[in-house]
C-alpha cells in the first residue's frame, strides 16, 4: 500500500511538472520588452504631459493596436529630459508581476538600426 501511495505521488507530481513545462514563456516571463506608440489623446504631433504613467498602443500583447497603460514613476525623470509627443515610438523594459506594467527603463531609440 505504501509503495502504491508513492508511485501514485510521484505521477501527480511529474504529471504537474508537464503542464508546467507546456506553459507558453509569456505566462511565466515577468520582465519583457514593450514597444509602441505613447498615447496621450491629444491631436498627433502635439506635446504629451507624463506624470507617473503613459499609455501605449502596442503589437506586443497578443493583439493588434492594444492600448496599455505603463507606470512610469520609477524612471519619471527620463521624461523630464526627454519629451515626447503624441504617437512618438517609445519603448521601454517593463515587469507585469504586480498585476499592472511598471517601466523598468526606457529606450530612446528603441533600437533601432539604421544611421
Do not use: Y
Not at 51 to 66: C, K, R, Y
Amino acid at each position: 500500500m505504501r509503495i502504491l501511495k508513492g508511485r501514485l505521488a510521484l505521477i501527480a507530481t511529474l504529471s504537474q511538472l508537464c503542464v508546467w513545462l507546456t506553459l507558453p514563456l509569456e505566462s511565466v516571463a515577468k520582465t519583457f520588452p514593450l514597444s509602441g506608440t505613447v498615447d496621450c489623446r491629444v491631436p498627433s504631433g502635439q506635446r504629451c504631459s507624463i506624470e507617473d504613467t503613459v499609455a501605449v498602443i502596442t503589437n506586443d500583447l497578443g493583439g493588434p493596436h492594444e492600448r496599455a497603460v505603463v507606470d512610469v514613476s520609477w524612471i519619471k525623470k527620463f521624461f523630464e529630459e526627454e519629451p515626447f509627443d503624441q504617437d512618438d515610438p517609445i519603448c521601454f523594459e517593463v515587469d507585469d508581476g504586480d498585476g499592472h506594467f511598471q517601466a523598468l527603463r526606457a529606450n530612446v531609440t528603441c533600437d533601432q538600426k539604421g544611421t
